[in-house]
């Protein structure tokens, strides 16, 4: 085998592999999901944000900035290409902290106050007969 034989084969793999990541990338798009409410945990280690979400809807990540007075959270989503049922989920997405809540107003990506839910709690386990 010929060195130019390598180098185009390994060309055409690499070109193979871009036109597929590009596909797969392609048909979803980024955006910000709306947090409707959290909730803290006993302990002040965290909180959770619940957020509103359409049908096939992935978390893709969740930013924090934190300051003495404020906890800012943003959560952005990745949402398929295409039409779906137009019904909304809500998802909780664990935020941690690390210096606690404590008195700090918890505020969304626009700044605005975000609604205070309480205490999270795990599901109540499945009764048994």
Known sequence: MTRSRVIVG???????????????????????AKIVG???YGDERGIVVFVGVGALTDIAERTVEADAKTVKVTV?????SG????YL??????IPLHDGLGDRRVLDQDGVDVKDLGVFGPPFPTPRP
């Open 10 to 32: 390994g060309v055409v793999i690499g070109l193979i592999a871009i036109t597929i990541w590009l596909a797969v990338e392609g048909t979803t798009s980024i955006g910000i």
């Open 38 to 40: 959290y909730q803290h």
């Open 76 to 80: 952005h989503v990745r949402r398929p």
């Open 83 to 86: 039409s779906f049922p137009a």
């Open 89 to 94: 989920i809500y998802l909780p997405v664990a």
